[in-house]
């Protein structure tokens, strides 16, 4: 069975940092691009970061660039540092994991984790 857990998730207060973790198994995901998505109260989930199956290559979404960075310890393990949160950055953050390449369209990603929650207190 193929799992993603998400961990590293808290509360911490603006202007804060968090790293989270997500540690993927039950198969190969050597071949697996990764990402990171969040949803907000109230709102759609949306791209936050994704990295590609060899962590050369990532991108960011204009929030949170020059604040998060995503990296790759191996090919089952993918992290979220987040630096100089804001309130914004509130909300549960989802790993997931494609075969086809980083998109911001979450329908194109065949694995999810359950999620983390973030808040960011003012």
């Known amino acids: 069975q193929v799992t993603l857990v998400e961990s590293g998730g808290g509360l911490v207060q603006a202007g804060g940092s968090l790293r989270l973790s997500c540690a993927a198994s039950g198969r190969a995901f050597d071949n697996f691009d990764m990402a990171w998505f969040r949803q907000a109260p109230g709102k759609e989930r949306e791209f936050v970061s994704g990295?590609?199956?060899?962590?050369?290559?990532t991108s960011l979404v204009g929030s949170v660039k020059g604040r998060f960075t995503i990296s790759r310890a191996n090919a089952n393990t993918v992290y979220l540092q987040m630096n100089s949160l804001k309130p914004e950055d509130t909300a549960v953050y989802y790993c997931?994991?494609?075969?086809?390449?980083?998109?911001?369209?979450?329908?194109?990603?065949?694995?999810w984790g359950q999620g983390t929650q973030v808040t960011v207190s003012s």
């Open positions: 997931a994991a494609t075969a086809g390449g980083v998109t911001y369209s979450e329908r194109l990603y065949e694995y």
């Open positions: 990295i590609d199956w060899s962590g050369g290559r």
